[in-house]
């Protein structure tokens, strides 16, 4: 009988599987035509086996990848849905389905994937799929990676997707190249100092995190029951073009604006009064401030360690020693979020570029990569997961943000109108995730219900800070009066 083939499991895939810790992500995909169960089928059974994560199992001490045989039919599921009972209650049906799989764990004698196919009309969707893995499968890039390999251009059946494309922000300036050796070499030693500066801070800030720096207690804040609670999941879609026209105008990154809008829209949320608007100066004024003075409330953001950013192609991701390889990559940075009502909804954004400028100037997500690397390797999985767990118990909230094709796919004929991923198991009530796809940024939102009993009011208060911003921008003459949607 052949061996077995065998791989280990890199340090973050430990932490999300280990005794205590059990992170899981859920993909959630809008189709605009009913779905055929046996396409889903046929495909699997022909390109399962070709993945070594998807057809591959945990070992029982939760070290290494063992290579299975894969039946494909035990990891799709098909309920019988009668449309006449459901009624206009689809969404509602589509939630409550998948937050009762958050409380069913993945078999762990087989691999950790399973797809859920719902033929139930929603607000934006004639169908909806539910593709649920674990997380030391890997992260949101390799994911995205493998859902492009799988799909076509749905203006054209043969083409593959688009890759998008993304470069790195340069930190020193055209003028700044081009000047004398002298300015030169004193902008090259300012920003060593500041990088070195900013490091050690945040890992003193780090270290402070796990010991003692909690968050203040608020109605978004949950506990460590939140990773045993059942999570809701629901999502918005808005406009990118609006995103990346902010961006423009601001000149920002799209990461700027989108946690901009996440700060705006938890002050709203938290304030909990809606604002009024005055279209004209485009300012934005809360009735009620019933935010405390001196809040702290801080997120979790993921980042991807890859020299390579951006989603990459499949087969690269796969090659050995790859730079982009695929795999849980990433750490966490943790960013403080400016809460509290603003009168001027563009400073939101500003106080954000200004956070992200200092976060993109330190080493703290490749250092604390080390780090938990060797307390892995050296005290176990365990320990590594209790100190990543009181990370997360010390913050309010996870943001994430993964970019997707640029054009509309399909599935073997089946249009994808728009991809929702999340994640359930994190010891927080709230998890904010945006996945850009084609024209559109879907905001796909979890909340431990015990928590946050209505996620669909963030999303009204996403959407609402994003309207808010470009009105603020048509009010100060910065954009033209078309270029304002109102949804």
């Known amino acids: 009988m052949a061996k077995e083939e065998e791989e280990p499991l890199s340090p973050m895939a430990r932490i999300f599987q280990s005794s ?3 992170y899981c992500t859920v993909i959630i995909v809008g189709f605009k035509t009913k779905i055929n169960p046996d396409v889903i089928l046929d495909d699997l059974k022909q390109n399962v086996s070709k993945h ?14 063992i290579k299975t045989q894969v039946n494909v039919k035990d990891h799709v599921f098909v309920p019988d849905i009668d449309p006449d009972e459901i009624g206009d209650q689809g969404d509602k049906f589509v939630e409550d389905y998948i937050s009762r799989l958050t409380m069913l ?30 997380h030391s499968l890997g992260d949101g890039m390799s994911r995205m990676s493998l859902i492009l390999a799988c799909t076509h251009k749905s203006s ?59 968050d203040t207690e608020t109605s978004l804040k949950g506990g460590a029951e939140a990773e045993s609670n059942a999570k809701r999941f629901s999502h918005r879609i808005v406009s990118l073009n609006d995103v990346r026209l902010i961006k423009d105008i601001m000149d920002m990154t799209i990461n700027d604006v989108l946690l901009g809008v996440t700060q705006a829209a938890l002050s709203r949320y938290l304030n909990g009064a809606h604002d009024k608007t005055n279209e004209n100066g485009g300012t934005s004024r809360p009735l009620l401030n019933n935010i405390p003075c001196n809040i702290r409330v801080r997120a979790g953001v993921l980042v991807n ?21 695929w795999g849980n990559l990433i750490n966490i940075v943790v960013l403080p979020l400016s809460i509290g009502p603003e009168t001027d909804p563009l400073v939101y954004l500003s106080k954000a570029k ?36 009181r990370l997360l118990l010390s913050t309010t909230a996870f943001i994430s943000n993964v970019n997707g094709p640029t054009e509309e796919i399909s599935f073997h004929g089946h249009p994808i109108a728009y991809i929702a991923p999340s994640v359930y198991g994190h010891a927080q009530s709230l998890l904010i995730h945006f996945q850009s796809y084609a024209d559109k940024m879907v905001i796909s939102i979890a909340v431990d219900p015990t928590i946050i009993p209505d996620s669909h009011k963030l999303c009204d208060a996403m959407e609402e800070s994003l309207k808010s911003m470009k009105i603020a921008l048509l009010g100060k003459g910065l954009l033209i009066n078309e270029e304002v949607s109102v949804r």
């Open 105 to 134: 764990p993945l078999d762990r004698s087989r691999p950790l994937w399973d797809i859920h196919i719902l033929n139930v009309k929603t607000s934006d969707a004639e169908a909806i799929g539910v593709i649920r893995s674990h």
């Open 156 to 214: 054209d059946p043969e083409a593959l997707p688009t890759i998008p494309i993304l470069k790195r922000r340069e930190n020193v300036s055209h003028g700044l190249r081009n000047t004398g050796w002298f300015l030169s070499s004193m902008f090259a030693i300012y920003a060593t100092v500041r990088l070195i500066w900013n490091t050690i801070v945040d890992l003193l800030l780090l270290l402070a995190t796990v010991l003692f720096l909690k």
């Open 354 to 389: 200004s956070t992200m400028d200092q976060k993109k100037n330190s080493l703290h997500a490749p250092i604390l990569y080390l780090i938990m690397s060797f307390i892995v390797s050296v005290f176990g999985a365990k320990i590594g997961a209790a100190l990543f767990n």
């Open 20 to 22: 205590g810790a059990d």
């Open 305 to 325: 360690l890859r020299s390579e950013i951006g989603v990459q192609p499949l087969a690269d991701m796969m090659a050995k020693d790859s730079k982009c390889r």
């Open 52 to 65: 070594p994560r998807i057809s591959s199992k945990l070992a029982e001490d939760g070290a290494r990848w």
